[in-house]
């Protein structure tokens, strides 16, 4: 049972423009929600995470919007950059018992020069 | 800036093979997880460690073993390789301390096992 989804496996936006990722949970229990980038041949980096207690967390040209009556979150990119072309990854933290994150499938990103 | 390694970026062992991968860790992190990456199914926790031999099952730890003797270094053993663990290894580390109330993984590079 998949408790973290990325519906969308991949994305193509123009340079300049908006990318939207999205992500859906099912556990109420998650706590904490991240975004992971990862390039091929190396591993996932941090991008930016928000609490469940937000709405939004922003860090320069992203932005993490939590909807949590929506059990929905989504990464917006602004301006997309050729750079940004990886797979983003979304996770969430579980509270229950012993704490852990489980990913999404991930969403490949190709912004187009 | 935080650096974990991963003994290997490329590996091929054989059907029935033990396989031993080797996580080091270079910043005093209690916790250490290792994941598998499949195309479709995202990262997926095999086992997990918050202190020194300490270990639990994350979501496949089917066919897995791990070893955490010391702080710093965390080992996925395939006690007997089969090609069903053919994937993308990769290990992580984190710090309740790091603040914040989250505490962020850092990301080896991965291992690619092929198991023929």
């Known amino acids: 049972d998949q408790q973290v989804k990325q519906n969308s496996p991949s994305l193509s936006v123009q340079e300049g423009r908006i990318s939207i990722l999205n992500c859906d949970y099912t556990n109420s229990m998650f706590d904490y929600f991240l975004w992971y980038k990862k390039y091929p041949a190396e591993g996932p980096t941090f991008l930016i995470s928000?609490?469940?207690?937000?709405d939004k967390n922003e860090d320069g040209r992203f932005t993490v919007f939590l909807n949590k009556s929506a059990k929905h979150l989504s990464l917006h990119i602004v301006p997309s950059q050729p750079g940004d072309s990886a797979v983003y990854f979304c996770a969430a933290r579980t509270t229950s018992g012993t704490y852990k994150y489980i990913f999404g499938t991930g969403t490949r990103l190709k912004v187009l020069a | 800036d935080v650096k974990v390694t991963q003994s290997s970026r490329y590996l091929v062992k054989r059907t029935g093979e033990k396989v031993f991968l080797e996580c080091v860790q270079d910043?005093?992190?209690?916790?250490m997880f290792w994941y598998r990456q499949d195309p479709g199914l995202g990262l997926r926790l095999i086992y997990f460690?918050?202190?020194?031999?300490?270990?639990e099952k994350g979501d496949i730890p089917e066919g897995y073993s791990v070893s955490r003797e010391k702080k710093e270094r965390f080992s996925l053993i395939l006690e007997s390789a089969s090609t069903n663990q053919t994937s993308m290894y990769l290990c992580?580390?984190?710090?309740?301390?790091?603040?914040?109330?989250?505490?962020?993984?850092?990301f080896g590079p991965g291992t690619r096992l092929t198991v023929l």
């Open positions: 928000i609490s469940s207690i937000k």
């Open positions: 910043m005093d992190h209690e916790n």
């Open positions: 460690s918050y202190d020194v031999k300490m270990k």
């Open positions: 992580a580390s984190s710090s309740p301390r790091q603040g914040a109330g989250t505490d962020t993984q850092y």
